[in-house]
């Protein structure tokens, strides 16, 4: 079957820089994404990785190994605002979104 | 980037009623729009797939006459949850594909619906 697996929960420090890793297995690969949801509110896209190696885009970055079928997000100087839940997902065969189970993300003072 | 509007945001009904939530791409054709649930803490859960103009392609356990998708135009969706029940209570997220299977998915802002 196809799955993604992601922590589901990390805790950091308002300041610091925090990781959340995603490996997955599915039909087919066609780049790897990652979203923010803050708590009742949809997800909004962040970044998209069709070929190895980081994406920077700001405070975030993304990285993918094709090869290790892995993948992650790091976030740099994390804000009090970064508190929400991150989602990988990646497009299958068939061009579907196949979604982790998600990641909360805790930022403490 | 593109924008996807849903309407209602918020809906609360009596057990047994009918709701129909409108998912709109405002600034580009969507020739796909998906319909996602998300409980509580959980990861969003792809319900069905429309494309303009045929019939909804659901997923497994997804109960195709409870939840009817209409897909008429290339810039509106429906999804009608008939006799809602208090279990059906959930998040119902809406996203929209332009550009053919390759393209970018917008996600709409979800609508609560709240069975009591």
């Known amino acids: 079957g196809q799955s993604l697996e992601q922590p589901s929960e990390v805790t950091a420090v308002e300041g610091a820089i925090v990781q959340i890793n995603c490996t997955y297995q599915t039909s087919g690969f066609y780049g790897l994404s990652w979203y923010q949801q803050h708590d009742g509110g949809a997800p909004t896209f962040l970044s998209y990785n069709a070929l190895d190696g980081l994406e920077e885009t700001g405070r975030f970055s993304s990285f993918l190994s094709r090869s290790d079928s892995y993948g992650y997000l790091l976030l740099q100087e994390l804000q009090m605002k970064d508190s929400a839940s991150y989602f990988c997902?990646?497009?299958?065969?068939?061009?579907?979104?196949?979604w982790g189970a998600g990641t909360k993300l805790i930022i403490k003072p | 980037g593109a924008v996807v509007s849903q309407h209602p945001s918020r809906v609360i009904c009596k057990s047994g009623t009918s709701v129909k939530i409108e998912c709109r791409s405002l600034?580009?054709?969507?020739?796909?729009m998906f319909w996602y649930r998300q409980f509580p803490k959980q990861s969003l859960m792809l319900m069905a797939t429309?494309?303009?103009?045929?019939?909804?392609?659901?997923e497994q356990g997804v109960e195709k006459d409870k939840f009817l998708i209409n897909h008429a135009s290339l810039t509106l969706s429906t999804l009608t949850v008939t006799s809602a029940h208090p279990e059906d209570s959930s998040f119902y997220i809406c996203s929209a594909r332009s550009g053919g299977a390759k393209g970018e998915q917008f996600f709409g802002p979800g609508t609560r619906l709240t069975v009591l």
């Open positions: 429309s494309n303009e103009g045929s019939k909804a392609t659901y």
């Open positions: 600034d580009f054709q969507a020739t796909t």
């Open positions: 997902a990646v497009r299958d065969s068939n061009y579907q979104l196949i």
